[in-house]
T-cell receptor, first 111, second 114 residues
Framework: GESVGLHLPTLSVQEGDNSIINCAYS??????FIWYKQESGKGPQFIID?????DKRQGQRVTVLLNKTVKHLSLQIAATQPGDSAVYFC??????????FGAGTTVTVRA | DVKVTQSSRYLVKRTGEKVFLECVQD?????MFWYRQDPGLGLRLIYF???????EKGDIPEGYSVSREKKERFSLILESASTNQTSMYLC?????????????FGPGTRLTVL
């Protein structure tokens, strides 16, 4: 079956450094991945997405990389700021409207 | 500003009570979803609806039911609450078509069942 998993449940980053959050998936047919950010007391919020016909996609201070060979994707945050402290989820979208979420990585930014 | 709202942020109920969690979206979205979020498990889909009066079971529907009488409103019902239903409940919505994957979430309801 499908599953989406994250490598590490927590990540501590020095302010100003780059953050890398990793995610692995098991479904070879996966064709659309999304990263969500959940700040304390709020619901998850869309950050960036990537389709399987792409290896890389960039947003504002964020980059998602997709390696289909090893079924791995990552979210890179440049120059991490205190406002980046949150739980980050990767998710796989299937054509029946559903998202399958990973367990989440809690990112803590140290001043 | 688009919005998904949930009726309560915090709720405390007793075992055996019937519990209603309400969700309203103002984006005219066709799809609506109910998830529960538990530490270490991420978000798990309970039920979803892709149209008024339509519902589909998600991954963990046992002990829950839903109602969608109007397009903007999606209710989650715990017929007889149990302690293992203590959790954070998140509602989401998305449009039909190309934007369907981008779900918009409410702030969540933290339910405690004693």
């Amino acid at each position: 079956g499908e599953s989406v998993g994250l490598h590490l449940p927590t990540l501590s980053v020095q302010e100003g450094d780059n953050s890398i959050i990793n995610c692995a998936y098991s479904n070879s047919a996966s064709d659309y991945f999304i990263w969500y950010k959940q700040e304390s007391g709020k619901g998850p919020q869309f950050i960036i997405d990537i389709r399987s016909n792409m290896d890389k996609r960039q947003g504002q201070r964020v980059t998602v990389l997709l390696n289909k060979t090893v079924k791995h994707l990552s979210l890179q945050i440049a120059a991490t700021q205190p406002g980046d402290s949150a739980v980050y989820f990767c998710a796989y979208y299937s054509n029946d409207y559903k998202l399958s979420f990973g367990a989440g990585t809690t990112v803590t930014v140290r001043a | 500003d688009v919005k998904v709202t949930q009726s309560s942020r915090y709720l405390v109920k007793r075992t055996g009570e019937k519990v209603f969690l309400e969700c309203v979206q103002d984006m005219d979205h066709e799809n609506m979803f109910w998830y529960r979020q538990d530490p270490g498990l991420g978000l798990r889909l309970i039920y979803f609806s892709y149209d008024v009066k339509m519902k589909e079971k998600g991954d963990i529907p046992e002990g829950y039911s839903v109602s969608r009488e109007k397009k903007e409103r999606f209710s989650l019902i715990l017929e007889s609450a149990s302690t293992n239903q203590t959790s954070m409940y998140l509602c989401a919505s998305s449009p039909r078509g190309p934007g369907a994957a981008q779900q918009f979430f409410g702030p969540g309801t933290r339910l405690t069942v004693l």
